[in-house]
């Protein structure tokens, strides 16, 4: 099965801009969940996605959205950015097969830069 | 609250050296455990998980993890690294809600750096 796919790889914008990221999860995996990685927060859970719903959000302003869409494609959205949105946005997808853990598998990321 | 700490954020090893690396939890319940590994411009793989049963987990790459209820640890080992293995690990722990999902707990990574 090819992995999670995440697109672009690499996105530069300018404060006040607004951007989109997209996440292709594994084949047959119904979860999507989002991360932000930087450098002084580390890795935090943004929100995750089932069934084209929002189950689960993390601490983040209003700015950061999402959506999932039937074929289980997520995006997430960001507006009004600001310089402390640069980071390492990574996606997971994971089957939910049953209930308890369901592992999460992660994509490559989206590095965004804000100027 | 959820947390996890890895009192280590640099480490520097020689190759064929052996390797530890710390990671305690605080969680109410039995924990999920997880080992991810990145390489720099990359996303996380997963190295190795602990659910429950035996205490001490074998994963990809010859790394091995040993859960430790009383100290509320899971330290990661390899007995010899080999200079692929520079990169950055991070400890998880997993919440599941009783709505079905999950989310990762990140602790804030160890760098490890090898030495020829």
């Known amino acids: 099965k090819a992995g999670v796919t995440q697109t672009p790889r690499y996105l530069i914008k300018t404060r006040g801009q607004q951007v989109t990221l997209s996440c292709s999860p594994i084949?047959?995996?119904?979860?999507v969940s989002w991360y932000q990685q930087t450098p002084g927060q580390g890795l935090q859970f943004l929100f995750e996605?089932?069934?084209?719903?929002?189950?689960n959000k993390g601490n983040f302003p209003g700015r950061f959205s999402g959506r999932q869409f039937s074929n289980s494609r997520s995006e997430m959205n960001v507006s009004t950015l600001e310089l402390g949105d640069s980071a390492l946005y990574l996606c997971?997808?994971?089957?939910?097969?049953?209930?308890?853990?369901?592992?999460?598998?992660f994509g490559p990321g989206t590095r965004l830069t804000v100027l | 609250a959820q947390s996890v700490t890895q009192p280590d954020i640099h480490i520097t090893v020689s190759e064929g050296a052996s390797l530890e690396l710390r990671c305690n939890y605080s969680?109410?319940?039995?924990?999920?455990l997880f080992w991810y590994v990145q390489s720099p411009g990359q996303g996380l793989q997963l190295l190795l998980k602990?659910?429950?049963?035996?205490?001490l987990v074998q994963g990809i790459k010859g790394f091995e993890a040993e859960f430790k209820r009383s100290q509320s640890s899971f330290n990661l080992r390899k007995p010899s690294v080999h200079w692929s293995d520079a990169a950055e690990y991070f400890c998880?722990?997993?919440?599941?809600?009783?709505?079905?999902?999950?989310?990762?707990?990140f602790g804030a990574g160890t760098r490890l750096a090898v030495h020829p």
């Open positions: 969680y109410g319940a039995t924990p999920y």
């Open positions: 998880a722990v997993g919440v599941v809600f009783s709505g079905g999902y999950n989310k990762l707990i």
């Open positions: 997971a997808s994971s089957p939910v097969e049953r209930g308890g853990w369901n592992t999460q598998y």
């Open positions: 084949s047959g995996h119904r979860s």
């Open positions: 602990y659910f429950s049963g035996d205490t």
């Open positions: 996605y089932f069934s084209e719903t929002q189950r």
